[in-house]
């Protein structure tokens, strides 16, 4: 009788459609926001896993780049990032938002569903919350590429100009429905091969980014001082905490499912669920693929379990399915975190071969994977899931021209978006962080000097250490020994 009573008592409370509205919107926004904070939590993840890979006496250094990157992109996307990304003025166009500077008119120019920006869809302030978790984690990922090496004040400049430019015009490209790559792009401009880009939730608008402009700082550094010996062969520079590695891991394994599954932004419908559930199927399996592939090809080379090489493999497999963890059987997911892995580890004997020096393997595994990723949706995106994901009607007649995975009959349409999408990324984000570096390069703001990178970044530039050690404050570290020496047994290290 009780429970009849609370039925009837809740059923009262929503018989107006405008109170079933208001619960709609609140559990919409409280979803995002969720998601969000899941998303921010992958900091820590990025934090912990780059300080873990580096030597001892950078570890300051790495964890205050990590906050730094949250603050200045905070402030940047704010100003500008998220108008260029999502802004729709008076004069929309393709390329860049152009509205929602300093979140300026709000109320007048939210309301498109598609971009996020939903009015009185409920998807309002909070989207721009989520969409800077976003931003950060783009802005972060350069950090391990760098690692060891770069002055603060440079890092500080490239922060701001990938959260505040270079990152919101591939957004705008790809997720704003005014932009020329999107899947989502609005009718009356039509989209590119009939068809548009599809990325989920940014292997390649995300990770791309991030790995590119890694490899654009690594490329203009130059390795860390002993990196090569004299004829050109690695040497071992390995991180001095493997615990820190694997729990950094272990949280960007926790905070990707905030980044996947939300990135369907809405959970009030049985298709909305049914997306976001099978984000999340596909996000852990991918994973799972990834890190027991690159366990495997390290034991063959080195017959030893390598852990660290789990971790790269677990995250280059999450990296790989972002971009189509709603449109992917769980099967595919698992091949898309094998080969992912395997993209990986060519991409690492590249830069080695190379002589460029990358600490963390961010390149390979971010620009690298998430490149794969994308690809990898143009021949295996599955027709009944991209109709379910994005309000198609597959039943209905003319609905078989819904361009879908190649290896699925769908034709070459999709995949012809997501290799122009690869192309174009690429060309804008690592030819703009190429001519930055090259600015600072040539007014002495790139590297630290010699006597800076031998004693350490924590002494040289931030007064201090991360440890206290016994014998005295912050002293600069000795040689590693051999028994520390084997915590990272081959490289790459590991990657964010």
């Not at 949280?251 to 559930?277: D, E």
């Not at 992912?340 to 002589?355: R, W």
């Not at 390149?363 to 990898?376: K, L, N, Q, R």
């Not at 039943?395 to 978006?417: M, Q």
């Amino acid at each position: 009788m009780h429970t009849l009573s609370l039925t009837q008592a809740l059923c009262s409370q929503f018989a107006s459609s405008s109170k079933l509205q208001d619960a709609i919107i609140g559990l919409n926004t409280l979803y995002l926001l969720l998601c969000g904070a899941l998303v921010f939590v992958m900091h820590a993840g990025f934090a912990m896993l780059c300080a873990g890979a580096i030597r001892s006496k950078n570890t300051m250094n790495i964890l205050l780049q990590t906050v730094m990157d949250a603050a200045v992109s905070a402030i940047a996307f704010y100003v500008l990032g998220y108008g260029f990304a999502y802004g729709v003025g008076d004069k929309p166009n393709g390329f860049i938002g152009d509205a929602l500077y300093g979140l300026s008119r709000w109320r007048s120019h939210n309301y498109d569903l598609a971009t996020g920006m939903g009015g009185d869809t409920g998807l309002g302030w909070q989207s721009w919350f989520f969409q800077w978790a976003f931003a950060a984690t783009a802005t972060t990922i350069p950090a391990g590429a760098v690692a060891e090496r770069l002055n603060f004040n440079a890092y500080l400049v490239y922060s701001a100009f990938i959260s505040a430019f270079v990152y919101p015009v591939v957004v705008h490209w790809v997720w704003s429905t005014e932009g020329w790559l999107g899947y989502v792009r609005r009718a009356p401009y039509g989209r590119l091969f009939g068809s548009g880009m599809i990325d989920f939730a940014g292997s390649g608008v995300v990770h791309m980014t991030g790995g590119l402009a890694g490899l654009a700082g690594c490329v203009l550094l130059g390795p860390r001082m002993g990196r090569f010996d004299s004829s050109g062969r690695p040497v071992e520079m390995p991180g001095h905490s493997a615990s820190l590695v694997v729990l950094g891991t272990v949280l960007l394994w926790f905070g990707w499912y905030g980044f996947n599954p939300g990135s369907q932004l809405l959970i009030n419908s049985l298709a909305n669920a049914a997306v976001v559930g099978r984000a999340a199927v596909t996000t852990t399996l991918s994973g799972a693929a990834g890190c027991l592939t690159c366990l495997g090809v390290a034991f063959t080379r080195h017959k030893a379990w390598d852990l660290v090489a789990g971790c790269n493999g677990a995250l280059v497999g999450f990296v790989t399915v972002t971009a189509g963890a709603h449109v992917l059987e769980p099967w595919a997911a698992l091949i898309a975190g094998s080969t992912g892995a395997l993209v990986f580890e060519m991409g690492c004997a590249l830069l080695l071969k190379l002589k460029v020096d990358d600490p963390l393997a961010a390149a390979p595994m971010h620009a690298a994977g998430g490149a794969w990723g994308v690809v990898f949706v143009g021949l295996l995106a599955k027709k009944q899931y991209i109709c379910e994901s994005y309000g198609k009607d597959c039943t209905e007649p003319g609905s078989g021209v819904v361009p879908h995975g190649l290896f699925y009959g769908g034709g070459g349409r999709l995949l012809a978006s997501q290799v122009i999408g690869v192309i174009s990324i690429f060309a804008w984000v690592y030819g703009l962080l190429t001519l930055l570096f090259a600015v600072l390069n040539a007014i002495n703001l790139l590297r630290i000097s010699a006597q800076e990178e031998q004693a350490g970044l924590d002494l040289s530039k931030h007064g201090g250490s991360a440890y206290y050690y016994d014998h005295g404050l912050g002293k600069p570290e000795k040689a590693p020994t051999a028994a520390e020496s084997v915590l990272t047994p081959s490289p790459p290290s590991t990657s964010i």
